[in-house]
């Protein structure tokens, strides 16, 4: 049987704030450590019924990036529920309230630029 494994190393301040995150995975192309600013990691307790979660950013991320990162993550975790239970119509559901939540940050970074 095939192991595969995710490694997280997370860097803290004094104040327990994640200053670095890298990871590293055994089916990683590339050698070694490499470094992210945020990870969301979202498990199932099959015996609570609920999910579990971890959810670390760098103090460094910009806002922007983080609203952006959450947004990819909502639209990638629907075409995981599509693969996974074949359903379309809650997938296409969530990709369009993830078009409405990105044309809503495209707005925010438009309106932040004319103020430079």
Known sequence: MKRSEIKF??????????EKIFWDATDNPNEGLEETKAITISLWDHFHFNTLK???WTKDMPV???KRF???TIA?????LRTATGDEKMTEEIHTVCRKLFKHL???IKKEQEKL
């Open 70 to 72: 959450y947004i990819e």
């Open 54 to 56: 971890i959810d670390l």
């Open 76 to 80: 990638g975790m629907a075409d995981a």
């Open 9 to 18: 190393t997370v860097e803290l301040d004094d104040k327990n704030i994640p």
């Open 106 to 108: 495209e707005e925010e």
């Open 64 to 66: 922007g990036d983080m």
